[in-house]
Nanobody
Framework: QVQLMESGGGSVQTGGSLTLSCAISGKEYGVTCLAWFRQASGKEREAVATINRGRSVSYADSVKGRFTISRDNAENSLTLQMSSLKPDDTAMYYC????????????????????WGQGTQVTVST
């Protein structure tokens, strides 16, 4: 089974940058989509960015232009580059893996992903 493990979280000032990584181990059977989700305190877990094996990506409106998702299958890793960070970006960030969507992009619904990392905390101060 595929296992995911996030790293790179931390505390930064508003406007700062941070890069999260997700190490992928095990076989990717039935998995074509990778995604980053985040869950702020008192909020529901939401998709931040998704990427399929063809490297087509999607982003939440709140992070467009600031976050970049990428994957390196050879290195078995998923990355989320974050810049111009805002306090609203403060959350626990999770990487996730799941099946493909019919439209060629990846699902943005939490319940479509069946493999999850343990999360890494990102805190952005004012």
């Amino acid at each position: 089974q595929v296992q995911l493990m996030e790293s790179g979280g931390g505390s930064v000032q508003t406007g700062g940058s941070l890069t999260l990584s997700c190490a992928i181990s095990g076989k990717e059977y039935g998995v074509t989509c990778l995604a980053w989700f985040r869950q702020a305190s008192g909020k529901e877990r939401e998709a931040v960015a998704t990427i399929n094996r063809g490297r087509s990506v999607s982003y939440a409106d709140s992070v467009k232009g600031r976050f970049t998702i990428s994957r390196d299958n050879a290195e078995n890793s998923l990355t989320l580059q974050m810049s111009s960070l805002k306090p609203d970006d403060t959350a626990m960030y999770y990487c996730a893996a799941g099946p493909p969507a019919i439209n060629g992009y990846c699902y943005e619904h939490r319940d479509k992903y069946n493999i999850w990392g343990q999360g890494t905390q990102v805190t952005v101060s004012t």
